[in-house]
């Protein structure tokens, strides 16, 4: 009772201070710098809670969702805030690569996707708010997709505990977003992921074998990858020009990054796989993080987690069969 005034008292504060007005007074502006802190949290965020063992691994998609006067209103400053953002991010790796050998993300450029809504989580969107959200990778939401079923492992600052957490979302949480394409932007990583971070100690290898002659992508590619699609009685060919891609849904969105083999298919997950060229070892390998079948040469080859992925043999001429309905043929050519 005592924060609600009664009588003559509660009368005498409303004509000093309209209700109309006393709860806008407590919404926090959002600036431009309040944007990028936000993106820089959930990236350091994402170092600690994505990293294994020796590997530094981080997100690299992130949507930051806005309330719709707070986004026309600050859209001109998006291209600023995403470029002062991958400046931050490159800083906090340099500063923080000394407790890992290699600096390992899944995928290969940074992605930024800006909407506005009203409503996210089934929880209201205020002029106030800045919601990231960000996932190692595969993002991808977008108006139209809200029929979709898929679910994606990201992380988020919840409200009432402050602190950033990982949950499973449908692709229908963003269908209230509206994600416009002025508000997208993708930065391609300089680094090269397979690259040691330390330096060797005096006496060990100094280079992975053939790293001298394999450069990280090659105008002749590292292997040719040719698949069929059932489903829609289709053929085509992909040429592996990376050390190491990632096989994908085709989705609009995922058209930006040069190292996904994309699939138009349903049946193929998003991420499905990824193959690698393991230069140790002079061979190339799989991993599968589908919840459908993958195999190789009719062996199953056991899910494991995008952020944690277990390796398996993937051996020349080898057969790749994704969800019994997408048929790859491997041919290595170094």
Known sequence: MANRPEGWLGKLSNLLVPASQTQTTAVTTVTNKRILNELVASFEDSIHRESVGKSMLFNAHFLIILHPDTYEERQNAFPVIVN?????????IESQKGQYEHVAPVASS??????????????????????VVGALTGILPGNGQAQSSERVNVTRRVKQTNRYEKVDVGLNTFQHIDFREPG??????????????????VGTATAPRNATQLPRSLSAGL???????????????????????????????????PNYLLIESAYVSNPHARIRFNDATDSFQIASFSRNETRVNEQLVI???????????????????????VTLHFNRNV
């Open 223 to 257: 292997a040719q990858i040719d698949y069929y699609i059932a489903e829609l009685n289709k053929e085509n060919s992909y040429l592996m020009r990376d050390r190491e891609i990632v096989v994908a849904r085709k989705e609009p969105d995922n058209q930006h990054f």
């Open 184 to 201: 997208a932007f993708v930065v391609k990583f300089n680094f090269d992921p397979s690259t040691p971070t330390t330096k060797n100690p």
């Open 110 to 131: 940074w992605f930024f996707k800006f909407g506005g809504g009203r409503e996210f989580g089934g929880q209201e969107v205020t002029p106030g708010d800045v919601n």
């Open 303 to 325: 899910r494991s987690e995008p952020a944690n992925p277990q390796w398996h043999s993937l051996p020349d001429k080898a057969q790749i069969l994704l969800n019994s309905m």
């Open 84 to 92: 002062e953002a991958v400046n931050a991010f490159k800083a906090i």
